[in-house]
């Protein structure tokens, strides 16, 4: 038996590509998915037949998701089929780019329909139509929604939209035990696979083809100087730098600036070397390195950037010994 056994599915934009590939795995989980198309009509008959091949249950509806009737009719075909859903992946959208030189109104209105509109309503819907129990609602995003690329600038701010209805629509549905939650997807392998098998790399990890960009080496650098940042600071002013280089010549540099430093009473050599026996006061050493008298180390200015460093670690500290406590 599956995990989502009895529970009803549907997946926008489930013909061909990722959309396809959740809708399969969902069946294998025991789903019951309901394939909504939009044009694609053949591809979308082949996904179904792959599941009912798999021992799986599925059924292809057409439907244009920025069209409220459409949507509609959309759940109530599942319902008619299956019963009431439990779960809906908007995955339908429409992946356009232009240069900002060649941007209009109706590239603008065709990108947004799609990946916007088409997400909150068919969330409103579902949200509508929900009977209790756990609801998951899934959005499609893409790291586009955080990045810009050239000629991506409104689909950029499409996917950046729909991270944002994800993060309200979280909040409103959260009472009636709806989660919804945004994926984003760091390329299609499923629509990439036909080009790889081309030139020879069926099934082989992208990355090893040519060398790695340089972005990646920056990455690399900006993560240790991370992770150096949350370790714990280590202040090396509390150990001379000369004992810290050469310990076994601390003694004897020791010796030679307490030349002449005895005190009155003192049983030692009129040089100040060897110390007073045990039970006596030792001499007082004088300056050393420009600080004041009975300064055993020299005083070592610490750099701004080391300073910022170890006020950060000891800030992160000190937010998880808090929640350590709570």
């Known amino acids: 038996m599956g995990v989502l056994d009895g529970r009803v599915a549907i997946v926008t934009g489930a013909a061909r590509g990722i959309g396809a590939a959740i809708a399969k795995r969902l069946a294998a989980d025991g789903a019951r ?18 599941i009912a091949g798999a021992g799986g249950q599925a059924v292809a509806v057409q439907g244009d998701v920025s069209n409220p009737a459409a949507v509609t009719g959309l759940f109530d075909a599942a319902e008619r089929r299956f019963g009431p859903v439990a779960i809906l992946v908007n995955n339908a959208g429409v992946h356009e780019t232009r240069p900002v030189e060649q941007a209009d109104a ?35 995003s893409s ?58 790399a069926e099934g082989a990890d992208d990355r090893q083809h040519g060398p790695r960009p340089a972005w990646h080496a920056r990455g690399h650098r900006r993560r240790r100087r991370l992770r150096l940042l949350r370790r714990r600071p280590v202040d090396h002013r509390a150990v001379p730098r000369r004992q810290r280089r050469a310990p076994h010549l601390t003694q004897r540099n020791s010796a030679q600036r307490h030349v002449g430093v005895a005190r009155p009473g003192d049983q030692s050599t009129s040089q100040g070397w060897p110390p007073a026996p045990p039970g006596r006061r030792p001499a007082s050493p004088g300056p050393v390195c420009g600080g004041r008298a009975g300064r055993h180390r020299p005083r070592r200015r610490v750099p701004g950037l080391l300073r910022q460093q170890m006020a950060h670690s000891e800030a992160i500290d000190a937010t998880c010994s808090r929640r350590l406590k709570c």
Do not use: M, Q
């Open 143 to 200: 790291r586009a929604a955080r990045s810009a690329l050239p000629g991506w600038a409104v689909y950029c701010a499409s996917k950046a939209a729909v991270e944002g209805l994800t993060r309200g629509h979280a909040v409103d549905l959260g009472a009636k035990g709806i989660t919804v939650n945004a994926v984003g997807p760091r390329h299609d392998r499923h629509r990439d696979a036909p080009r790889r098998a081309a030139r020879g």
């Open 106 to 140: 109706a590239h603008f209105e065709k990108v947004f329909r799609a990946n916007v509109l088409g997400t909150l309503l068919a969330t409103a819907e579902f949200a509508r139509r929900f009977r209790g129990g756990p609801g998951r609602v899934v959005n499609i």
């Open 33 to 50: 998915v309901v394939v909504n198309y939009s044009t694609s009509a053949k591809p979308a008959g082949e996904t179904v037949a792959a």
